[in-house]
Structure formats: C-alpha cells, structure tokens
C-alpha cells in the first residue's frame, strides 16, 4: 500500500467513524432528552397532587369524590410514567455505552489516520535525505577534483562538526556504527 492510500483509507476510515460518533451522540442526546422530559412530566403531576390533596384538606365534603377522581388519574398516570422514566433510563444508559464505544472507535481512527500522515511524511523525507545524501557525495567528489587540479593536500570543505555527529549518531543507533 503506498503512502497516498493509506492515507486514503485511514481517512475514510476516520469519516466513517467520526460519522458513527456523531450519530450516537444524536442517540445520547435524544434518549437524554426523553428522560428529562418524563422527569419534568412526574414532577408536574406531583407538584398537581400535591396541590389537589391540599385542596382536599381545606375543601368541603362534596368535593371529595372529585378530588379522589384526580388523585387516580394522578396516581395511574405517575406508574405508567415510573415504568417509562425506568425505560428511558435503561436507554440512556445504552445510548451512552454505545456514544463511549464511538468515541473510542474515533480516537483509533485519528490516531491511525496520524500514523498515516506520519508515516507517508517520513518516506518523504528519508527520499530527500537519500537525494541530499547523493547530492552531498557528489559535491564533495567535485571539490576534492577541484582540490585537486588546485594541488591543495587538504579538503577545502569538512561538513560542520554537527553534521558529522548527527551521522555518526545515525550509524551507531542503527547498529551500523
């Protein structure tokens, strides 16, 4: 595979699982927000219960079937909102664990996609030391024909003493020194 197509593909794969991320983020906020919303829905009828047993205690005794009539209609509407707030919070939970699944699919992918980038940039670049390399040979080959025709007994150029370190380093950490 060259340097170009895995980029490619790691790029693609990237999309690919940063478009899942988002999504189940989508997923996360929408169960979040149906929670949220039946949490809000039995407060209300909560606060509505409490409002109708006050008035029960300051009412008159022909009130009392009315009041009782709400209360039951409260009461049943508050268990079946328990049994959906328990289920959307299984789903939230669900929704997370699958959004925490897509995060991490996406950070492989980035750094993937970094090594990628990495790797096709160090080709590149050990191309062009190869190419430096062969220039600088050459280069030496001609001042030292100069030096020469010129009948001098030394090299008109050495390399700086960094140059020849950093070679020497290279040699010796790649076993070849």
Known sequence: MT??????SAAQQLASAELREREAAQVLAAARAKHN???ERID???SRRSAIVDSARQGNKNDQKQHALQLAVVDADLED????????????TAARG????AQNVATM???QFQIAEDEATEAALVEHANHL???????????AAIGQKLRRHRPA????DELYADLRHLRLISGRG
């Open 44 to 46: 209300d009828l909560r």
């Open 81 to 92: 909102l328990a049994k959906m707030l328990d289920e959307a919070g299984e789903a939230v």
């Open 37 to 39: 919303q039946l949490s």
């Open 133 to 143: 390399d062969k220039l600088l040979r050459s280069t030496m080959g001609d001042i």
């Open 98 to 101: 699958r959004h925490v699944d």
């Open 3 to 8: 340097e170009t197509s895995a980029i490619r």
């Open 109 to 111: 992918a980035r750094q």
């Open 157 to 160: 150029w050495l390399g700086s």
